[in-house]
């Protein structure tokens, strides 16, 4: 039987490089690396694989008219243009829940590191200052205020760990979710004001672009430490850059941010800034959890069943 021809519109990770290899036909990047080869071969194509940075535009999905469906590895499918393939009946999978507890320890990571300067703490040993004398004191994180903007699944993950540390946990998202027993705010400003650390975890996309703005910063104020482990999207970058030199917050922690993987040199010369290389699920066992899905996706629909994790507008 002729294996079906999937593109993968990004370098597949080598954890799930294998498994598509053994059920399709794989055309990696062909798109950006011949395009009169990709025009040939586009009229066969039946499905995608990407990456949750994978930009997958109306354009794209409208050259491949034989396209079933898009598989992407990851939870976040902004770059992906959700209403171009509805419209012409492909179906959209992601990898949500695999990566919760992941993303949210290193949500708690990075709140820790940017409150007791650990990071500083290494430097400060390896460059052999501490003969001279000791760290300036740090902060205290347990029993603090923290504010989460999103309170869907890792963030309940992540207010659940905030928890073990006696935080006051409140939050902010589209509606109130009257289940939950921590305090709702209905704007990020609002919720701001009232936090010591502001956690980012709400979906990326236009909805939520530059959501953190210049406004929101002032209201976390000169003792507040944002903590952005969404997307790059979701913040003012140039906003955030100005607000950490001026000392209007104290300082961040960041595993994203607008252009991945340019990091501005102004926020890298920040000492009160915590930078990560967007590694919130990137663990062996979430990563492989992620591609086991990500096949398991792509196979179930072409068995003819429907697949286990559609985006929620394809369900």
């Not at 501490?130 to 309170?151: D, E, F, N, Q």
């Not at 507040?224 to 955030?240: F, K, P, W, Y």
Request: aromatic share 4%.
């Amino acid at each position: 039987m002729t294996k079906p021809d999937l593109l993968a519109i990004a370098k597949p990770s080598p954890l799930l490089a294998p498994q598509l290899a053994a059920d399709f036909t794989v055309h990696e990047r062909l798109h950006e690396a011949d395009p009169a080869a990709f025009a040939a071969i586009a009229p066969r194509i039946r499905a995608i694989a990407g990456g949750g940075e994978s930009r997958i535009t109306g354009e794209l999905i409208a050259q491949l008219p034989a396209l079933e469906i898009i598989s992407i590895m990851g939870v976040g499918y902004d770059g992906v243009d959700v209403a171009a393939a509805k419209a012409q009946g492909v179906m959209v999978t992601h990898t949500p829940d695999v990566l919760n507890d992941d993303v949210a320890d290193l949500a708690i990571g990075l709140m820790l590191c940017a409150a007791r300067q650990l990071p500083a703490a290494d430097r400060f040993v390896r460059e052999g200052r501490w003969p001279a004398g000791a760290m300036p004191l740090a902060r205290k994180m347990s029993g603090a205020r923290v504010g989460i903007v999103g309170m869907g699944r890792i963030g309940q993950a992540i207010a659940l760990r905030a928890a073990a540390f006696g935080m006051r946990i409140a939050y902010t998202a589209r509606t109130a979710k009257t289940a939950l027993p921590y305090l709702y705010h209905p704007s990020p400003a609002a919720l701001a004001a009232e936090s010591d650390f502001l956690v980012v975890i709400t979906p990326g996309g236009a909805a939520t672009r530059k959501l953190i703005d210049a406004e929101v910063l002032r209201a976390l104020g000169t003792n507040g430490i944002l903590v952005n482990v969404a997307r790059g999207s979701v913040v003012d970058e140039s906003a955030l850059i100005e607000a950490l030199e001026q000392g209007v917050i104290a300082g961040a922690a960041l595993d994203v941010f607008e252009n991945e993987p340019n990091v501005p040199e102004r926020l890298r010369a920040l000492p009160q800034v915590v930078l990560a290389p967007h590694i919130g699920s990137a663990t062996t066992a979430t990563r492989q959890a992620m591609a086991d899905l990500a096949y398991v996706n792509l196979r179930e629909h072409f068995a003819g069943r429907r697949p286990q994790t559609p985006v929620p507008e394809c369900r």
